[in-house]
């Protein structure tokens, strides 16, 4: 339940960052963290859906669309 909780807090964290205009490094380095905290959930919740919602994020990111 805490490894969820870190994942709401940060999606809300970026959230609050994007609407006050956080820069692309700031805002991908949340990102980075919020990846972390969802594997960590993911590791302790299991499941198919978690599991393939981080795969996503990851390939996201990996991509580093915003060249930071």
């Not at 970026?14 to 590791?43: C, D, F, K, Q, T």
């Not at 302790?44 to 919602?53: C, K, P």
């Amino acid at each position: 339940m805490e490894e969820a909780r870190s994942v709401l807090e940060r999606f809300e964290r970026i959230e609050s960052m994007r609407r006050a205009n956080a820069g692309p490094v700031e805002l991908l380095a949340e990102l980075r963290n919020l990846l972390r905290e969802a594997e960590a959930w993911a590791r302790v919740e299991g499941g198919d859906a978690g599991d393939a919602a981080v795969g996503q994020l990851r390939d996201a990111l990996a991509h580093d669309m915003i060249g930071a």
